[in-house]
C-alpha cells in the first residue's frame, strides 16, 4: 500500500500542478486519509465532463487536482470552474461517520487572492465554529471598503431552504470577523410534516437598508456546503 501511494504522489509531481492526476476511486479513498493541518484541509467535487470527475484538495499550502473514471464513481454534475459551484466533499478530517461532516473548527471558504477594483466588498474566510444536526455556528472573515455607509448594510449567511433563523452580523468598515448562528426554525418544518432538509450551500449577502427600509443585495458570495438538517428530537 505504500509503494502505491508513493507512486501515485510521484506521478503527480511528474504532471505538474496545473494537471489533473488520473487515479482508481480506490487509490482517491486512499489520498483522502492523508492531510497536514485538519483545520484548513478540505476536498471539493469541482464537477465532470464525458469522462472523468473532477477533484480538488487544499490544505496547508498546498493544491492537488485529481480525476476519476465517470464508470467508478455515481456522481452527476456539470463540469465547471466557478468556485461558487463547487462540492465539499465529506472526505479526509471532515469524515467522522454519521450523515454529515463533522466540521467544527474547519475553514470551509478562503479566498486565495484578493478581489481586484472595482470591487469593494469581499468575503475573506468563513470557518465552523460548531455545527449539530440543527445548528450552525460560523465566524465570517470579510473587508468592506463600499460608498454606502456601513451602517447601513448588515451581512446574512443563509441556507438554501425556508425553514431557517439567523442573526445579522453589524458590518464594520475594513477588515473584520463576524459571527452568526443559524438554527432551524423547527415549528414551521413540524406544521409542513418536514424532519429533516439537505441543504447544498450557503449565500453570504450583503444587504443595503437604508433605514430600516431593505433596498437590496449591493453583494454576495456563494459557499458550497452541504449539510443535512435535522429537527431536535422530543423529549421523552
Not at 71 to 95: N, Y
Not at 135 to 158: G, H, R
Amino acid at each position: 500500500m505504500k509503494k502505491l501511494i508513493l507512486s501515485v504522489f510521484l506521478s503527480f509531481m511528474l504532471f505538474g500542478c496545473n494537471q489533473p492526476l488520473t487515479v482508481s476511486k480506490a487509490n482517491l479513498m486512499e489520498i483522502t486519509k492523508h492531510w497536514k493541518e485538519p483545520k484548513v484541509a478540505i476536498w471539493y467535487y469541482t464537477g465532470s465532463d464525458a469522462e472523468y470527475h473532477y477533484f480538488r484538495f487544499t490544505d496547508l499550502g498546498d493544491t492537488k487536482e485529481y480525476r476519476v473514471k465517470r464508470e467508478e464513481m455515481q456522481i452527476d454534475t456539470p463540469l465547471t470552474k466557478k468556485q461558487k459551484d463547487w462540492r465539499v466533499m465529506p472526505w479526509g478530517p471532515m469524515t467522522n461517520g454519521s450523515h454529515h461532516p463533522a466540521r467544527s473548527g474547519v475553514t470551509i471558504f478562503m479566498r486565495e487572492a484578493n478581489l481586484k477594483p472595482p470591487y469593494k466588498i469581499e468575503v475573506d474566510e468563513v470557518e465552523v465554529v460548531q455545527e449539530t444536526d440543527y445548528s450552525l455556528i460560523l465566524d465570517v472573515s470579510y473587508t468592506y471598503q463600499d460608498e454606502i455607509p456601513n451602517e447601513e448594510v448588515k451581512l446574512f449567511v443563509l441556507p438554501n431552504m425556508s425553514y431557517w433563523a439567523t442573526n445579522s452580523i453589524p458590518v464594520e468598515r475594513g477588515s473584520h470577523v463576524g459571527r452568526v448562528s443559524i438554527d432551524l426554525y423547527e415549528k414551521k418544518m413540524k406544521e409542513d410534516q418536514v424532519y429533516q432538509y439537505e441543504t447544498s450551500k450557503l449565500t453570504i449577502s450583503f444587504d443595503h437598508y437604508a433605514p430600516e427600509k431593505y433596498k437590496g443585495s449591493i453583494y454576495n458570495e456563494i459557499v458550497p456546503f452541504i449539510k443535512v438538517w435535522k429537527i431536535r428530537k422530543e423529549r421523552e
